[in-house]
């Protein structure tokens, strides 16, 4: 027996559009393509109306315009406009019917159909399906999350008849969720459980838990949303200023190898004094020179009686500045100007000062030639 040709449709807000969104179609495809039952021919993403009235959604346009940005790469799913240019919010049950019939009219080569569509009506069937004068049938089938099928235990939320269609008449593909027991929800549900043998259940082995209502939160607080969405739909989001985002003020380009990148950090002016205040480790240190580490010669506590040497220690490094300057250039001085330098000095080379217990410093002279420690 053939396999079944099947498009895998998924309606929701995309409020913004995920990459799990988008890794959803592919995880169920490779799981029917495994099982060797169906063989799917496309994908199509149905947002819903502006009359859905969620919390903080945007606009139709708005949410189009970030899914064909987030589908620009895509070669196989598509996005249909078709629920948000109704009048109404549309049930999902109306949708699929919609979608099916339609493909139903073009497979049949129904010319009254294909002349009297508008494009909007058609950019979602695949163009392998347009393309192609097989006639096979395709079945759409409902791809969604553990979550939407577990809603359909919550009262009052659908209809009885609206889930036996949706289940019996075009069938499940489900993507399991961490914690989530379809097959246990499926066995507990009549209307599920008779329609078990279209219910597809696909384990996610590399769970993702990626919210559009925690990647708004993100959003709002100027947190980073980068590889949870397509890098187009970030930027369309700030443009736009949707979920409460505004411009940032300043915008940093990063300098990538390839010659094309076109990838910016974007840092909010409320955070931008906190990641540009150096911290100590930022500071360039400049070497210091012969006379400025003789100047800045001091005694550790552990060898000298820091009272006794309070007194002391400015006329020890008096004679020790005179010391080390003459030892770096010598006695060669002719009217204030050295005529040559006799040693080399460098950062590290220093004096070695011993004190005694009574205050009483002295200055023991290091050769020249291997620079001393500072103890």
Known sequence: MAPTRVILMSCGSYNPPTNMHLRMFEIARDHLHRMGTHVVVGGV?????????????????HRCAMLRLALHNNDWIRLSTWETRQHCWTKTRLSLQ??????NSFLSNSNDIKHHLQIEDMEWIPENVKNNSDNTPIQIKLLCGADLLESFGICGLWLEEDIDAIVGEHGLVVITREGS???KFIYDSDILSKHMHNI?????????????????????????VRYLLQDSVIDYIYKHEIYDTRPLDTTIKLELSSPNANNYLHIDSRYLSAFLTPSP???????????????????????????????????VL???????????????????NVKHVVKAAYPGQAKQIIASGTGIARIVDEDSTNPACLL
């Open 318 to 336: 008096d004679v020790a500045r005179e010391q080390f300057i003459s030892s770096a250039i010598g006695n060669n001085v002719d009217n204030g």
């Open 181 to 183: 027991n379809p097959n």
């Open 98 to 103: 919609h979608h099916q019939n339609l493909l």
């Open 45 to 61: 993403i149905s947002p819903v109306h502006d009359a859905y009235a969620k919390k903080e959604l945007a606009s139709a346009t």
């Open 281 to 315: 480790s930022d500071v360039t240190m400049d070497s210091p020179s012969p006379i400025e580490i003789a100047a800045s010669i001091d005694v550790p506590d552990a060898v000298v009686l820091r009272r006794n040497m309070q007194n002391a220690v400015g006329d």
């Open 200 to 224: 597809c259940i696909v384990t996610e082995w590399i769970p993702n838990e990626v919210s559009s209502t925690r990647i708004r939160r993100a959003l709002k607080r100027s947190e980073s």
